[in-house]
């Protein structure tokens, strides 16, 4: 069994043709732009959406762990002490409570992803595993290749490249492309944005390579955080010497998963930083395909 909190049909955006997108629990970093915050944690967890509390406390006598709490009108919710035992949301009148994430197998998965085998056939698509971080359900990700390599399945990962070495040798027969963030150049600034160290990415790419499997690089774009010329130069470089990599793909940041943070407890810690806009994008990408050109 393994943790689940979406699976997409129909999605065109991660990896070739028409695709079904299945997002794993749990990641080890902490990008702060992260618009999938519900993916942090290795289990189901609680989200309150206040606008549509009703006030009718009933939350407040499901839950076994005195985690509603009202005073002076306001509806406080210690999500510290939440089990996830999803009590309060199934007796919440206003659906104002949800429980992110849940338990399924690999076979469960793979029957929901198996439906659109049609789509995939038509147009050269396939199934994409993402999260989260999808390596940080080893056992379970390495089931679920497993199965759509049975099926003959085109099999795309979603990976911020933090993988342990020995992981990595068992993923590399069961995946046909990776998609690989490369989120910031300067060490310092990775980890006070991301919470990422170490050499683990560059080894991820390095063993890519070795093997010749396909790698698309994938870039957010963060206005004020990593869009310098020296980062995308180096996107480039990387790019220059590393051939498995197919090409870059720019992911603008848009502020959407604001609201999740803080639905699910947290403090969003890019406060009301604007969205990159298409003409920042567009330039960005005009820039890197300069320098792609000029190797
Ligand atoms: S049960 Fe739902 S609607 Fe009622 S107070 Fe709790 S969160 Fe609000
Ligand atoms: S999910 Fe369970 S533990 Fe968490 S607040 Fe609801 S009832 Fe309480």
């Known amino acids: 069994m393994g943790i689940i909190f979406d699976i997409q049909r129909c999605s065109y ?19 702060a732009w992260c618009h999938n915050p519900e993916s942090f944690l290795k ?6 959406i206040s606008r549509l509390c009703m006030d009718c406390r009933t939350c407040a006598s499901a839950c076994p762990r005195g985690v509603h709490r009202f005073e002076n009108d306001l509806h406080l919710v210690r999500f510290l002490d939440c089990s996830g035992c999803g009590l309060c949301a199934a007796s919440c009148p206003g659906q104002a409570l949800k429980l992110l994430g849940r338990e399924m197998s690999a076979s469960q998965v793979m029957e929901t992803v198996l439906r659109d085998r049609s789509f995939y056939e038509a ?3 396939g199934v994409t595993f993402s999260g989260g971080e999808p390596t940080t359900q080893p056992e379970f990700l390495l089931k679920l290749l497993g199965l759509a390599k049975k099926e003959d399945l085109h099999t795309c990962l979603e990976t911020n490249g933090y993988i342990p070495e020995a992981l990595l040798s068992k993923l590399l027969p069961l995946t046909d492309l990776f998609l690989l963030d490369y989120k910031l150049t300067d060490a310092q600034e990775l980890y006070q944005h991301t919470g990422a160290s170490g050499g683990l990415w560059q080894n991820t790419l390095s063993t890519l390579q070795r093997w010749q499997i396909p790698v698309i690089l994938r870039l957010p774009v963060i206005p004020g955080i990593n869009d310098t010329p020296q980062h995308f130069a180096q996107a ?21 998963g604001r609201a999740k943070w803080e639905q699910l407890g947290m403090r969003y810690p890019l406060g009301s930083l604007p969205d990159a806009s298409p003409d920042q994008t567009e330039g960005w990408q005009a820039f890197l395909d300069g320098l792609l050109k000029t190797s």
Do not use: N, W
Request: charged letters at 20%; aromatic letters at 6%; hydrophobic letters at 25%.
């Open 13 to 31: 955006h991660d990896g070739p043709g028409i695709r079904t997108t299945v997002f794993l629990k749990g990641c080890q970093l902490r990008c």
């Open 123 to 125: 147009s050269g698509g």
């Open 43 to 48: 289990r189901p967890q609680l989200q309150y």
């Open 236 to 256: 480039a470089r990387i790019k220059r010497t590393h051939p498995c990599v197919q090409k870059i793909e720019l992911m603008p940041y848009h502020s959407m």
